[in-house]
């Protein structure tokens, strides 16, 4: 999508940014990579104060409908450049209306490819704004917040990827009134820390398709966080990244730390309540925090049952590793990207660092969550999952 | 360390030793004496020209220097045309008029075309080329093959042919290239594939083959584009890990090395990184960086840098911005002086040969006939940067893909400039050497070695690409240019400046009709259903390949007569995993 500037005139009524941020989910459709354009406004929307949940490119209309309801954005925004458009927006369209969602709203852009006859069409069946070539951010903000600045939640339990997604926004802006979550389930719940770029995102997804060949039945929820930025918006991206989490018996919820310190969201005690409920019916719950510093201990709650703390070889430094508080209470140590120069001193530090705290008993990995099948995730997974 | 710091050194050394050289000859009378001797020799073999007006020029305009360490200066900071270190072109001709009695040399102009399914498309190549002299054939595909799926995979209906055309299996790929001769001198073929290339290119070597026989594959002559690096780091068509991507590229190159001396197997491309956002600067650096990665990786399967050095080409983009006088030309001067001096190849191995596209990204739907004077500005840069082949964009690229009105348009640009201008056809260098091109050669090249130096810093290209490197200050690049669009400090004509502000109608848009787009299909499921007993085994056999470590490319050259893409791409995903995009 390009876009260009068409002078405008300022509106009279700015519209506000309501009291939490608007939630939206991006993506460029399949076969299509073109991220420029969606990965500028992306940045835009988030300084405006949007939590934008990208999915990245080359995506199906079905993954990004499944993403749309467990997200429970306020709407779906698809950047499409290379043709095809007026049936993608179309499929998605219906996809939507056969989950039953058509309060997910549907915008998107696409540069001079989008025509304004295509616009016509598609508004037809249902797209709410095409933003051609030549709209300002400022205009596409506005229309966004005026189009979806208003978004309401129906509970009906959490016995469904459109229920459990619409309490945990229910969760999420506080709802008065809202119930609470009923008997735990036998769901493991396993939380991952560690440091920003020590491949937490990949070792999750990398561990959800071991989980998935092993046993097709397994039921799993998992909430991913990224951080707020101090304009309140946030990019929620790791979708973008775990492909083989983009599946029906894999709840992904990306949530954003909202203000709060240390890893998680003020919201997430309660978003596990319901993920762990019987009703919710996972078999394996996993939790992400945000990159983390030395001091971070976020796994406070009872319901995380394994916490585990990944590092990258960079991490081996001895000094550095003292201080890492998360190393006295870890379930597990995983040194990721095994590969790297330095990841076997950095394993020999780790485990030195480990029995000096007199935690012999804490086991510690190494992985390369990037390999395809890497034993090192098939051993982790094993361990923990009992 | 990677190979870049020696690299970085090694350029500011040449640039030292040439001042140290300068100094010398002042100082030494004899090596004075003999400098200024040389450039009486030089100048007077330089031959005369006629033009059409009567003006008689010299064929190799030389600067006006008379002084010894000037002329030291010049012949080894800049070379003459055609001489280390390149500068100024990679050979001494480039695109003058043939003196008497030689061959017409290939034109330059390389236009990228595909559509619809594989019949439009080679309808199109024969438009294309039936006034040249040579057939430079260049293919788009379209979106479905970039991603290496099947015209019958679901959801991708509506993109089939669309930006390009549709590749499913070697039977399409026969049908393509239909009345062309690969076995003639004037015939070469460029295809932009990336992340499937591999499996696209079999199809080609495949095709080929039952045209023409097994003998034909050491003839073909064209370029792959097959830069999996900088799909990683900007354009995104990426099927398979890293790891795995670059194993089957080299593969292949490493095939084509050993039996297809005609072909370059690899096309390093800044085309893609430049219109995802990045500034010319960061254009070239990614660039020629990853030029430089796998130059490394080639070395490291024990290849010898002269087999594998003369067959890596380049591919740059070419926009408006004043960088663009001379970012090629410091790119062929950072490159040569590395693969000399670090690597050790030999001349032909030193030399970047590049093909040109002019940018799409500054290309604009707002009064989009201006795109036609922004493509002949950019053409004009290109050629002034000596490019070995361009494309020139058609200015209704914003909406559609090229009407045949358009293309016309933008080829006849080149031709006019080359043939009608006097710019280019009687004399090199006629726009080199100015103070104007100097001072951005001086002022880009220290650029270019800082970033070069900022990845090293990174842990060489891939160490920067694990941290992002690359795809966030090309995502940066990207939201300041669109910025400076909205506060117009980036002008615009016909959209930020001197817009009339009236709706103007857009050109006649090439969609592909659902009928060809069901042909393609049917088609696929003809060669499937025709096929589907030969299958399996033959997908047995490449996945043996995979894990024994032997050469994927020469299997795919198999498993393509009886497998389409989509079935292969499955295949190795199975096996080796699909990508987790970057964003």
Redesign the interface.
Known sequence: M??????TMKDQNTPRMPEFPVRLLTAVP???????AV??VN??LIRQGFEIV?M???R???DMVRSAIQEDVAALGISSY???????FK?VIQLLEKAGRNDIGVFGGG???I??DDVVIMKQYGVDEVFL??T??ESICNRLIELYGNKKVVLQGVSTDTALGQMLTAVEMKLKDRPKAGKRSKAKVIGFTGPG?AGKT?LI?EWVRGALMENPNIKIGILSHDPSSISQGGLL?DR?????SQHDNVFLRSMATRGKQGGLSPATEECLQWMVSDEAGFDLVLVETVGTGQEALPFTSDLIDTKVLVLHPEYGARLQLQKILMLEVADAVVVNKSDWAGATRALEEVKRQVEMRGCEEIPVFTTKA????DQGVVKLRNALSV | MSELTKIIEGVRKFNKDVETKVSEVRADPQQSKEILEQWESIQEKVPTVTTPTGLQLPRLPLPVIDEPGAIARYLHGEGLPGQFPFLSSAYAEMYLDPLEDSIPPEEPTRLFAGLGIPEDTNERFHFLTKNQNSHRLSTAFDGPTLYGMDSDSPGVFGKIGEGGVAIDTVEDMEVLFDGFDFRELTTSTSMTINGPAPAIMAMFVAAARRRFGPDVIGQLRGTVQADILKEVQGQNEVLFPLDASLRFLLDMMEYCVENMPKWYPVSISGYHISQAGATPVQQAAYTISNGFAYAEMMRERGIDVNDFAPRFSFFFDCGLDVEFMALSRVCRKIWAIAMRDVFGANSRGQKLKLHTQTSGRSLVAAEFKNNLTRTAAEIIMAYMNATNSCHSNSADEPFTTPSEEYVKLASHGQSILLEETGLFRHMMNGMSGSPGMKAVEKSVEKAILDELEEIERLGGVLGAMEHRYQRSQIQAASYRYEKQIFSGERRIIGLNRYSEGVEKPVPELVRIPNEQKQKQVDKLKDFKKRNADKAPAALKRLAEVVHSGGNVFAELIETVEVCSLGQITDCLQEHVGKFRPMV
Not at chain 1, 30 to 36: K, P, T, Y
């Open positions: 390009k876009i260009s500037y068409i002078p399949l076969c299509d990579g073109h991220d420029s990965t500028t940045q835009e990208y990245g490119y080359h199906s209309a079905e290379n043709g095809g458009h007026i049936e993608f499929e540069g001079g490819t025509t304004p070539a030549g300002t951010f770029g990949t997804d991206g973008a990244t775990m492909i083989y990037s390999e395809h099948n």
